[in-house]
């Protein structure tokens, strides 16, 4: 099974900018989705965004415009670019693969923590 493993989160103001990476022990090519999703404090896991095998992206309403998903198959590397940071951005963020692109897969990473101060 491929592990995936966050990085580039950190602590920002808002306004500001962050690029999660999202980096995998095999290919990523394989599965039809990947995904970000995030867990604010006291909140339930939600889509963050999500990219096809084709590049096809897609996002939460609350993300649009601010956010974009990219992914590099050769390097084996899922992307999350946030600009304008809010503070309800606040919220551990994950990523996901998904094998057959009909939701989360069962393989996450652990997570990278983004906290966003005004």
Known sequence: QVQLVESGGGLVQAGESLRLSCVASGSIFRFNAMGWYRRAPGK???L???I???GA???A???KGRFTISRDNA???VYLQMN???PEDTAVYSCNADLYG???GDIWGRGTQVIVSS
């Open 75 to 77: 390097k084996k590397t």
């Open 44 to 46: 339930q896991r939600e």
């Open 61 to 63: 309403d609350s993300v």
């Open 84 to 86: 304008s940071l809010k």
């Open 52 to 54: 096809t095998k084709g």
């Open 102 to 104: 009909l939701g989360p």
């Open 48 to 50: 963050v965004a999500t």
């Open 57 to 59: 992206t897609g996002y």
